[in-house]
Structures are given as structure tokens and as C-alpha cells.
């Protein structure tokens, strides 16, 4: 397993964001769970992102969510 370290700029984007949609909470932490066994499992969709986030990855964490990272 990985360990994921998370800078404070996402602890606090993750907290506004579960506070305004606690729905999604359960499967933010799924995924995260998920990247810390498999970063690239085909259920996460993680892809290279390119433009302004040009060599950053993004996986998903449902229809309208994202999570980016190196």
C-alpha cells in the first residue's frame, strides 16, 4: 500500500467541498482508498491532464468530482 500525503491546500478544499455535498463524502474516501492500493485501477479513470495542469494526474471520484495530483 501507498501512502498518500495531502498538502493542507487539499484538507481544506476537501472539508468546504464535503461540508456543501456530504454525499459525495463516502466516495472521495473510496477513492482515495482506492489510490493508496492502486493509482491506476481502471474504477479511479486516472489520466494525464494537460494545458495549465500540463504533468499532473487527475482521477475520478464520481460524475462531478476530480481529484489532481502528481
Given at each position: ?33 482506492q489510490m493508496s492500493r492502486e493509482v491506476f485501477a481502471p474504477s479511479l479513470q486516472t489520466h494525464k491532464l494537460s494545458g495549465k495542469l ?17
Amino acid at each position: 500500500m501507498r501512502e498518500l500525503k495531502s498538502a493542507t491546500q487539499f484538507e481544506k478544499a476537501y472539508r468546504k467541498f464535503v461540508r456543501r455535498h456530504p454525499q459525495s463524502q463516502k466516495k472521495i474516501d473510496e477513492a482515495l482508498k482506492q489510490m493508496s492500493r492502486e493509482v491506476f485501477a481502471p474504477s479511479l479513470q486516472t489520466h494525464k491532464l494537460s494545458g495549465k495542469l500540463f504533468g499532473l494526474l487527475a482521477c475520478s471520484c464520481g460524475y462531478d468530482c476530480r481529484i489532481v495530483f502528481l
